[in-house]
């Protein structure tokens, strides 16, 4: 692992689906082209991949993230964050507990974790996650087992618990460039408080565009964040 914490920009934070791409699209082309259209911040999402697989995978997509200075993340599974020395993990309510991920990372790691209701995330705060994951904020056939849904206004009380403690927030959940706008001004606290950032896997990893795709959603989030 690098040894300062990374700044992560969380404005577009792409988590792979190998499995949505589109076909005769290639993973790894996929992920350069949505690179270089904008997207600031990977999450390797592998849910079906054997643990070897899973290695080669994110090695692969280091590479490629490196071209482009943007830090990769490991989803659950700190033993691949940790043998590729990734930037960080992202863990759900029933992943590893934040206690031992943070004990087993190096001080540097980013860990952020999948809040879906106001007690989560204000136990991510009291853990010190770095940033939350928080949602559903539509439905999506790309999450088994997908939590009930909060909408738009449910974000905004998803985002009440940060208060001020500067762990950063991004929305999941269907979010794509047609509701990208309406959820960045929907989801703002009480305090005027709101996200840092979008996280979507279908509106880019399914377009046969990813870097158009990408791009449409990096120009919304800077001209919001430009708003503010
Ligand atoms: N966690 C909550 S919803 C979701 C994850 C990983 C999937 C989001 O996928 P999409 O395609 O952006 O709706
Ligand atoms: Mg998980």
């Not at 995978?57 to 940790?82: G, H, M, T």
């Not at 460039?177 to 896997?201: K, R």
């Not at 990096?218 to 919001?224: G, L, R, T």
Request: charged share 20%; with cysteine.
């Amino acid at each position: 692992m690098a040894s300062a914490k990374p700044a992560v920009d969380y404005s577009i934070y792409l988590v792979t689906g190998r499995d949505l791409l589109p076909p005769g699209k290639d993973y790894l082309e996929s992920l350069e082209e949505s690179l270089q259209g904008g997207v600031t911040v990977v999450q390797i999402r592998e849910k079906t991949a054997d643990t070897g697989e899973f290695l080669e995978i994110a090695r692969a997509s280091q590479v490629v993230c490196r071209k482009y200075n943007v830090p990769i993340l490991i989803n659950d599974r700190i033993d691949i964050a940790l043998a590729i020395g990734a930037d960080g993990v992202h863990i759900g309510q029933s992943d590893m507990p934040f206690s031992v991920a943070r004990r087993l990372l190096p001080a540097s790691a980013i860990i952020g974790v999948t809040c879906n209701t106001p007690e989560h995330v204000a136990q991510a705060v009291r853990d010190g996650a770095d940033y939350v994951g928080i949602g559903p904020a539509w439905t999506t056939q790309t999450k088994k087992n997908l939590s009930p849904v909060v909408g738009v206004r449910g974000l905004k009380e998803l985002l009440a618990p940060l208060g001020t403690s500067g762990v950063k927030s991004v929305a999941i959940g269907g979010v794509k460039s047609t509701n990208a706008l309406h959820c960045l001004h929907g989801a703002v606290s009480t305090i005027g408080h709101t996200l840092d950032g979008l996280a979507v896997v279908s509106d880019i990893v399914a377009s046969p565009q990813p870097r158009d795709a990408a791009k449409r959603l990096a120009v919304i989030v800077q001209a919001f964040k430009s708003t503010r």
